[in-house]
Structures are given as C-alpha cells and as structure tokens.
C-alpha cells in the first residue's frame, strides 16, 4: 500500500505503508477499500475475498494516527443519492489544497465509501474554504472554517433544505 505525502520542496512524493497484519497472502480475488466504518474520523480498511467462493471479509484499524486532524464532507446528488463523481477541493489558509473525488466505482471487488475524507494530520487551519463541482458542472464554494474534525453533508444547489452548506 503507498501513500502521498508532501516533500520538502512541496512536491508530491509516494511513500510505501507498511499493512503489517492486512497482509493476505491466502484467499480468492481480493478487493480493498477504505471507509470510516464506525465515525471516529479514520478510516477502516476492509478486504473482501471470494470470487465465486464464500470467503469473509476482513477489517482492519489503524492504530497511529488517532489525534490526527480531519474534515469529511459527505456531497449529495439533488435525488439524495451521494454524489458520486462530484469533486471536493479543500483549501487551506496556509495556501495548499487537497483534491478528492466521490468514487464513482474503484476496482476489482471494491467500492469507497461515498465520502471526501481529507486527513489534516497536525494541521489546525483556522481558515478552510472547500469547492464542490457536481457531475452536472454546478459548482459552489462554502467556508468550512468551524468544520474541522467533523463530517457534513452539502446539498446539490437545486434541492437546497436551508442546511447551512446549501447555496
Ligand atoms: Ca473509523
């Protein structure tokens, strides 16, 4: 498993994780995705196994991390549904931004959750803007500032219910 992280210089470098026990070696076609399964803000990695065998899935938790900083944004389509597909960037006031997309499918065996999950680590922001392009092109921007280590739901702009991130 590899992750990014930010070098040095501010470029984007990969970085090999050790799994430790998610290592798998025995099993029919396996899929992998992560999710937050029990809303403590981390997310869980969940294996599923089979193929055509009944094999059961397994999950993991992450045991570094848990003071780790965090904001979840959880984007609905204008029936409700999530909106997979839509894109999340988060802004940072210390000028960097992260991208992330609803998955709209991921692979083999696997589907992530239906959720913009940005991990912070350290960082505290006191100021966070996001933007979020739906499918359909409509694009809008929310200050997030008081949103950190929380999860929200934004509304597609047509069915807006007066939630605050509705425009
Ligand atoms: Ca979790």
Known sequence: MHYVINSPNGDPEIQ???VGDAIEVNGHGTGGAVADMDGDGQVELLLSHGE??????????????????????????K????????????????????????????????????????GLGSKVPSSMTIEVRWP?????????????????TVQHPSVCNGSNFCS
């Open 136 to 152: 359909d092109g409509v694009t809008r921007s929310f200050d997030v500032s008081n949103q950190i280590n929380k999860q929200f």
């Open 16 to 18: 090999t994780l050790d």
């Open 79 to 118: 029936t409700g549904a999530p909106a997979r597909g839509s894109s999340v960037r988060l802004f940072l006031n210390d000028g960097s931004s992260q991208m992330r997309v609803i998955d709209a499918g991921s692979g083999y065996l696997c589907q992530m959750e239906p959720v913009a999950h940005f």
């Open 52 to 77: 055509s065998a009944s094999e059961p899935l397994t999950m993991y938790s992450v045991t570094e991390g848990n003071s780790n900083n965090y904001i979840r944004i959880f984007v609905k389509h």
